[in-house]
């Protein structure tokens, strides 16, 4: 099974819902958006977290693994340049396992920390991997309102928020940190100069070629420009690895971005343009293009 | 590991949630609810369906399967006499699994039915039983509000909709019609005279008694007056059988449920009175009476 060709059919079958009732943006992007009562931007996202597909259950600390279930979903909330409120939880628990209580009251702790306390959830017995799930509510604080991933236009700047690559061999996947106070500074910062943008799960080459394609323009990354962690070998890597949680963003105003600095420190790299066309491509230092589609993960493929 | 007690443990650490922030109800009733930006309240509710617990996976045909995993979350926003609007859904999937595309077509086409379109969702893949969840986001279109399980007052009467009993020998379980227009309907006739409202999914005795806990109240039900499905042998089947996806409710005024007629002519029973004390009782035709909470499922226990 190949989940992202998969979702791709769900989206496109439901490409006519944007509009329609309470729906402002639905399926394909980080977050759902609904109107509120008053017309207010709600952002709905879930994610799931599985045994053994998303973490080693011998060998992964509770702390960690209710981390990340809700961790995964803050991060998509950034994505929009939202704020979480509240947070559901669901667990299917194999009926061997002996620290359910343990796990979620470590969710709810977290949960309370990311500003999204957990106000319901459901718990199942399963004869199978931990599946874990986190539904997150946010809203968008900023007028800017939430920033899609649709929203790049030819002469944007395509920046990156922090460093890539190795976050599975370095355990980062896990520990990450969402980054919904840089995305909240952006929007507030930038306001209408902010693009598209988009949290990076799969990898640089792959979730760029997603942006580009939801926006229907092409971005050309520079190899020499992605900023990578330490000890991670070359660009090829630091594009392909998946599970960074930075932001990827367009932005029409280049002096405005070599000014901004982010909340704690975080790092801001200017790493290509968005021009007319199709896809993304990384270009690398003899000038050679990359197919960033083929750079990162389809899971299941 | 028994899934209500860890269930009730998570409650009680989140007891101080309500009237935090956004929240207006935490977690432990049908729904949790939260104001949105112009103070009118949303539900959230989210639910799972696992393979081999909730549904046969060999011989329940995918309609069906989809069809429980949307409608046991809409008879929770029914159980608070909300309205559907919209819809998340994740599946961990067995790799093996080829019927993944349908599946989620249906769920989409069956959540749209019920009026919450499906606006986001995640697919993973598993090496186990499928789990799916089903979030769903409604609304209180009644000036009544949410009903809670923790409105019954002594003096109210205890009703019930529909008949109760056989539910998974019968199907039911897999065809139930969310009681969404029923508890509406209750909603705006009764007003504040509707007291204490839940939807029965474990078994009338044992829901019945959360519902007496939630309430500070007893609950007396006399055994001759709860409504069977044909071939429901006696009143201890029907009390305790579980997933029938009917709405228990109190009352302040007998004449005003008697003159109800209800949406679809589903049926409306009064089954017992709420007390002053504690618990609930199911009291059979000798006079005898028998704990509610003995009556139904503690999943898992």
């Known amino acids: 099974m190949r989940e992202r060709e998969l979702l791709r059919h769900i989206y496109e079958r439901s490409a006519d819902l944007a ?131 649709a929203d790049a236009r030819p002469g944007d700047l395509v920046c990156v928020t922090g460093r890539l690559g190795g976050s599975l061999e370095s355990g980062r996947h896990l520990t990450f940190e969402p980054r919904v106070a840089e995305a909240v500074a952006l929007s507030e910062s930038l306001a209408d100069r902010l693009g598209a943008m988009m949290d990076l799960s799969d990898g640089l080459g792959i979730d760029a070629s997603r942006l580009a394609a939801a926006s229907g323009v092409r971005l050309e990354i520079e190899a020499g420009r992605v900023p990578r962690h330490e000890g991670v070998a070359d660009w090829r890597r630091a594009a392909s690895d998946g599970e960074d949680y930075e932001l990827l963003f ?46 990162g993960w389809d899971h299941g493929a």
């Open 19 to 149: 509009g329609e009732g309470v729906i402002r943006v639905g399926p394909g992007d980080d977050c759902a958006v609904i109107r509120d009562s008053a017309g207010a931007s709600l952002l709905l996202t879930v994610d799931q977290l599985v045994a053994g597909r998303h973490f080693d259950p011998e060998r992964t600390p509770i702390d960690l693994v209710a981390r990340k279930a809700i961790a995964r979903s803050v991060s998509d909330i950034a994505a929009m340049a939202g704020t979480p409120i509240c947070a559901l939880a669901t667990g299917a628990i194999p009926d061997c396992y002996a620290h359910a209580d343990e796990l979620f009251d470590r969710m709810a702790t977290l949960a309370r920390a990311f500003g999204c306390p957990l106000i319901g959830g459901d718990i199942a017995g399963a004869d199978g991997p931990m599946v874990l799930t986190c539904t997150i509510v946010g809203v968008c604080r900023t007028t800017r309102g939430p920033v899609l991933r």
């Open 250 to 295: 367009t932005v029409r105003d280049r002096a405005g971005v070599e000014r901004l600095e982010l909340p704690r420190g975080t790092p801001l790299s200017v790493i290509g343009r968005v021009t007319e066309g199709a896809g993304c491509v990384i270009i690398d230092e003899r000038g050679h293009e990359h197919d960033g589609a083929d750079l």
